[in-house]
């Protein structure tokens, strides 16, 4: 955690009062985000542009709401008033940008300021949001808070942007444990994935071997489909940091990506040979 953030946080919720507008809300929280996470947020930040109501083609911007990379971010003067207003106007947001820009992940994040709830959008057949998961929330204001917690989930929700800040057992799991929105969102691709993938008989030998793998381990073959795409995640997860530790200066290509799960990457670019091979959980690979 950033030694400066409790007092941070504790005179960025002295400037929020009952009478804040949403406007200064939005300014003071990107702000707080800004010397906090030690980034400059607005490398990123853009009014998200919408269809207009009144015909189609015409577009209007929210006036407080921001794209930060793939957050869609609706600001609100009160949430506890106000959540179900702020959910269905992202549902639009998030409905617009998908439909431009179908293979991006958004995730959207409604707030006042000092409670902040992030979501995995739900499409339907044509695209448009049908539903909002909660991928989790924080209330800065809460009475008791853990400014360490508060700290880590900020920093793992806005964790998308360059940052080399040194890693700690903490930020790593608040970034891609269980609890993460980069866990979930990750488990409902892989899932969607392993569904498009069905029976194919590649797929159902990856699934028997790694199941008899957990006999030998274990004394049993009681392994699912759930512990199976978490393996994977973790495997894929391991493979990116050994990438990003050997020195990778930004996030992989596609093409990078398939040698780092493969194995190939390390083995002809780092010349690491047997440190990554072909095994059960380069079944994303697979073609449909």
Known sequence: ??????????????????????????????????????????????????????????????????????????????????????????????????????????????????????????????????????????????????????????????NAYPNRRPATTQSVLAGLGPASPAFRIAQDGLARLYRTLGADPALALRFTQWQRYLAIVYGDQSGDTSLFLKHTYLAAVARLVAYLRLGAARLPSDADLEGILRGDYFSDRASLANFVEEDFFTWPLLEP
């Open 1 to 158: 955690m950033q030694p400066a953030f409790p007092s941070l946080l504790q005179a960025y919720l002295a400037s929020i009062t009952p009478d804040t507008s949403h406007d200064a809300r939005r300014i003071a929280f990107l702000d707080l985000l800004r010397q906090a996470l030690g980034i400059d947020l607005r490398q990123w930040e853009v009014e998200v542009p919408l269809p207009s109501p009144s015909g189609v083609g015409r577009r209007y911007r929210g006036e407080a709401d921001t794209l930060l990379g793939d957050l869609v971010v609706k600001f609100k003067k009160s949430l506890a008033r106000e959540t179900e207003d702020a959910q269905a106007q992202l549902k639009r947001y998030v409905s617009a940008l998908h439909q431009e820009q179908p293979d991006r992940a958004f995730t959207a994040v409604a707030t006042d300021g000092l409670h902040v709830i992030a979501y995995r959008p739900q499409y339907d057949a044509q695209g448009e949001v049908a539903a909002l998961d909660p991928l989790g929330e924080l209330d800065l204001s809460r009475e008791g808070l853990d400014a360490q917690a508060a700290f880590l989930w900020l920093d793992a929700l806005f």
